[in-house]
């Protein structure tokens, strides 16, 4: 009981500290409130707003009704412009898409010939350059068979595909982005905060205050691993409730307490690895280079942004051992599609185990550090 109070005590201490350090709490209240908001509104990955130009050098009643076709959402209102403007409205970023439709164009359709369009596309804007290529094909595609035989019908194709969308109908970026938003600020800031707490000691000479109590090592690392990670588990809770439900308006499938249960589970492991990168690093700004050579990794190769599929064997392979990936899996299984804990019990099971294996690692350089000081 005696070291359970050790660790408590320990561990109001660190909440206190953390109380004390405004830019920490103002990076917390971001991190769960606006930049949520602005990954979900305005980071879209459909086609939005896209600008578009059009040169037109036929002057047809065509190409006029091929420009008209152009209009939001999905476009700006068609700006036309001449050809020598082309590349200098590319250039500066005023126009994602720049259509050149040739002189003569409407009388070689009408011909038989096939007249080429050219299409000019900022790639530096990739999503929506991948994205608005196909759109504009096939609006211009439509509005040239609707010109030819006087209506607009599309050919019926052999086979009928029935395209049902599960979990996300209508295709909202923002359902995504913003439960993935939580996922990875949980991992950044549990380690962020552990290792800043841990610097913080050492910074402030309280470090050797703690060694020459009746405290053992492992009562000074949880304590950090508990405080810290409460106030993210805490953050995360209120983000979802206000800001992914309330604001956002996103339907949660899946349990929130059994979400907040394998959040636990992983924040034992991003603790223990902040902790070991207190003890590497000797001071903030060495905390902060070693956090953009592992978050980002573990964020971008754990499955939240690409699907591991997709990535080569041996990396899929490597990322076996992060907590992060096991993490993802689970929180997309209960807050995309519904999971109960009997689907999601494996991923349980690999983020507890990596969890003892980093916890044991980052005690015993914990203890060497001790030792040596």
Request: one cysteine or more; aromatic letters at 10%; proline letters at 5%.
């Amino acid at each position: 009981m005696r070291r359970i109070w050790n660790v408590y005590r320990l561990g109001i201490k660190e909440l206190r500290s953390l109380g004390h350090d405004t830019i920490l709490l103002v990076l917390i209240v971001w991190a769960f409130s606006g930049a949520i908001y602005a990954i979900s509104t305005a980071a879209s990955q459909e086609l939005h707003h896209a600008p578009i130009a059009f040169v037109d050098e036929d002057q047809s009643n065509l190409s006029a009704r091929m420009i008209s076709a152009f209009y939001g959402p999905y476009f700006k209102k068609p700006v036309m412009v001449s050809e020598n403007q082309i590349d200098p409205g590319l250039d500066a970023g005023i126009y994602t898409f720049v259509v050149n439709i040739p002189p003569d164009f409407e009388r070689d359709v009408v011909a038989g010939r096939s007249p080429d369009i050219q299409v000019n596309i900022d790639a530096t804007r990739m999503s929506q350059a991948f994205i608005g290529a196909g759109y504009i094909q096939n609006i211009i595609n439509g509005e040239i068979s609707g010109f030819l035989k006087g209506f607009r019908k599309e050919a019926t194709p052999p086979v009928s595909l029935n395209t049902h969308v599960k979990f996300n109908p209508n295709l909202s970026s923002a359902w995504f982005s913003s439960i993935m938003e939580i996922i990875n600020n949980i991992t950044m800031l549990s380690i962020m905060l552990t290792g800043a707490a841990l610097i913080r000691e050492r910074e402030h000479g309280t470090l050797e205050h703690l060694m020459v109590m009746p405290l053992n090592a492992a009562e000074i690392i949880l304590a950090k691993i508990w405080s810290m990670g409460l106030v993210v588990l805490v953050a995360a809770w209120l983000s979802l409730q206000f800001m992914v439900k309330g604001v956002l308006h996103v339907p949660v499938q899946g349990s929130i307490a059994l979400f907040m249960c394998g959040a636990f589970l992983h924040l034992l492991a991003t603790t223990s690895i902040g902790v070991f990168m207190g003890m590497v690093a000797r001071n903030m700004p060495q905390l902060g280079l070693l956090m953009i050579l592992t978050v980002l990794p573990l964020q971008m190769l754990s499955g939240g942004v690409t699907p591991r599929e997709s990535m080569p064997v041996v990396v899929q392979s490597m990322m076996q051992v992060a907590p992060t990936t096991h993490f993802v899996s689970m929180a997309q299984a209960i807050l995309y599609r519904g999971a109960g804990f009997e689907v999601v019990w494996p991923s349980f099971v690999a983020i507890f185990v990596i969890a003892v294996v980093f916890f044991s690692l980052s005690l015993a350089l914990f203890r060497r550090s001790l030792a040596s000081a």
